[in-house]
């Protein structure tokens, strides 16, 4: 994660035009809205991409499916990875007296389960699993599930509570 100092008086939020160009974020927001909404996975694949959001061969994105509009160049998913129905990806956080950037990189072959939230610099491993309604605030390690707020490994031995 980078840190970053508030450039301004206020917290970092107030003064995110200092941070990244607001025509940026403007088109950023509308080509996100447009794949968001697309039913055609090939589309939402061309359209993150000219973003900046890094798509592998055989992505596919689920309906309402959100990465971060202001760092979408920050965003990473490999070969066959599913992002699941109203999953968001984001690698940023504004704070206080600062801001904080980091990559976000699902692993080939990981899943996202609907709902899910990805915070930023958290890596999900090759064939790993975020389940629905999850908050990751730490990587995923490959071929495990994670669960929960925060998410937290899966064991067979457990049932869900």
Same mark, same amino acid.
């Given at each position: 994660?980078?840190?970053?100092?508030?450039?301004?008086?206020?917290?970092?939020?107030?003064?995110?035009?200092?941070?990244?160009?607001?025509?940026?974020?403007?088109?950023?927001?509308?080509?996100?809205?447009?794949?968001?909404?697309?039913?055609?996975?090939?589309?939402?694949?061309?359209?993150?991409?000219?973003?900046?959001?890094?798509?592998?061969? !055989?992505?596919?994105?689920?309906?309402?499916?959100?990465?971060?509009?202001?760092?979408?160049?920050?965003?990473?998913?490999?070969?066959?990875?599913?992002?699941?129905?109203?999953?968001?990806?984001?690698?940023?956080?504004?704070?206080?007296?600062?801001?904080?950037?980091?990559?976000?990189?699902?692993?080939?072959?990981?899943?996202?389960?609907? !709902?899910?939230?990805?915070?930023? !610099?958290?890596?999900?491993?090759?064939?790993?699993?975020?389940?629905?309604?999850?908050?990751?605030?730490?990587?995923?390690?490959?071929?495990?599930?994670?669960? !929960?707020?925060?998410?937290?490994?899966?064991?067979?031995?457990?049932?869900?509570?």
């Amino acid at each position: 994660m980078a840190r970053h100092a508030t450039p301004g008086p206020g917290n970092s939020l107030r003064s995110w035009t200092r941070a990244k160009n607001p025509l940026r974020v403007a088109i950023n927001y509308l080509v996100i809205v447009l794949a968001r909404v697309s039913p055609s996975l090939t589309l939402k694949n061309v359209l993150l991409r000219s973003i900046g959001v890094t798509v592998g061969e !055989g992505v596919s994105w689920g309906l309402e499916s959100t990465p971060d509009v202001f760092w979408p160049e920050l965003v990473t998913v490999e070969d066959h990875a599913i992002v699941g129905y109203d999953a968001t990806i984001l690698c940023h956080e504004f704070l206080q007296d600062e801001y904080r950037t980091g990559e976000v990189v699902v692993g080939e072959r990981a899943m996202i389960g609907a !709902g899910a939230v990805i915070l930023p !610099g958290v890596e999900i491993g090759a064939g790993a699993s975020v389940a629905a309604n999850s908050l990751v605030t730490r990587d995923v390690p490959p071929g495990e599930t994670v669960a !929960g707020v925060p998410a937290k490994p899966m064991s067979g031995e457990e049932s869900p509570d």
